[in-house]
Structure formats: C-alpha cells, structure tokens
C-alpha cells in the first residue's frame, strides 16, 4: 500500500487479533500504514462511510454486479468525491459471496483464464498501481543529468572520428561515401551526448589513432 500512496488500512475481524507483533518485521518499514489501521466487526461496519466499494474478485459468485478493470476501476475512484472502499479477501479464500453483495463494482484484472490465481499481496500490489498513476509519486533522480554538449563539441568529435577513419580506409566505395558519413552522423548525433562523454570518446579515439609507446 505505502509503496503506492495508500495509507488507510481497514482490518475485518483479523485472524490473529491486533495489533499483531509478526505484523511489523512483514511491513518492511511501513509502519504508518499498521499505525493508523483501524479494526471491524464486519465488512458491512468497516465500509459504512463509503459511498462506493469495489470488491475485488475473480468470480462473480452469483452476484450480478457491474465489472470493471484495476485501470477503470481507478479513473473512476479519482473522479469520485465520494470516499470509495476496495474489499480484498483474505489468502486462502477470498472474499465472500455476502461480503462481494456488499460492494457496487467488482474489480477483475485481465488474466490468463487458465490460472487465474492471485495471491492477496499480488492483488493489492495491482490495485495500489493501477491507482497510483495519477499521483505524484515518481522520485527524481538522486544527482540531476548532466546538460547536452554544445553542438560545436559533437561536432568535433564526429570530425575527428572521421579523419580517423578515412585514414584508415573505411570511407570505401567513393559513391557511398556521403551516405556512410550521414548515417555516422545519425548514429552519434541519437544520444544526449554530455560534454564529459564526448571528451572521453575523443580522448578513445586520439588513443587509438596514436597509440602510446609501451616499450
């Protein structure tokens, strides 16, 4: 839930009571998802503020409910001002037929028919992302990127590549002569180019054409 933004944890009648001590070491440091987790009887008491629930579901189980994907299922909770619920059931079984006639919208992912099997993390984890798209969550880059090299720069380089290259023999047939130069240039000229990359290329090359003595 926290790697997605989610933070409100609504427990039904938990198993093994709460709080529960395995519960923190398994969080991985959300700790203020178990913090603000609040417990119910039932699932009628835990989602009797919201005004839309998704119940989240492979099977219909007999309930003739409108169904929709983890995707659609999330344009509509943003565009909602209605607090929304989405139910997920426990490991082993999923939820009930009585809890899913509690929901309005089944939420189903698209999956391969013949193993349709989530498990209850996978199932969050699909939801949470689905949701998470229009938030903004993206962390920026730790060191920012360095700016694109002066043309003047690339330019030498690519000069200098093709004096090398010449001097070598690479420029063969004359007739296609323009054209190797023109996709050499494409190619270098693709990449964001910094000016740092362009001097290590060119120091590459300045080795290469004069080869240090190591006698």
Known sequence: ????????????????????????????????????????????????????????????????????????????????????????????AGLETDDVALARTIITAPINPEFGSLNLAQAVILVAYEWSKGEALAMPPETDLPPPAPQEELDGMIAQLESILDGAGFFFPPDRVPTTRRTLRTLLTKPGWSSQEVRTLRGVLSAIERPRDRG
């Open 1 to 92: 839930m926290l790697n997605f933004g989610l933070t409100e944890l609504r427990l039904v009648a938990p198993r093994d009571g709460w709080p529960n001590p395995a519960a923190g070491p398994a969080a991985s440091g959300a700790d203020i998802v178990l913090e603000r987790a609040t417990v119910f009887g039932s699932v009628a008491d835990a989602v009797a503020d919201c005004a839309h629930v998704y119940a989240t579901t492979v099977r219909k189980r007999g309930v003739t409910k409108p169904v929709v994907t983890p995707e659609r299922a999330a344009g509509m909770i943003r565009t909602s001002t209605a607090k929304s619920a989405i139910l997920f059931g426990p490991e082993r």
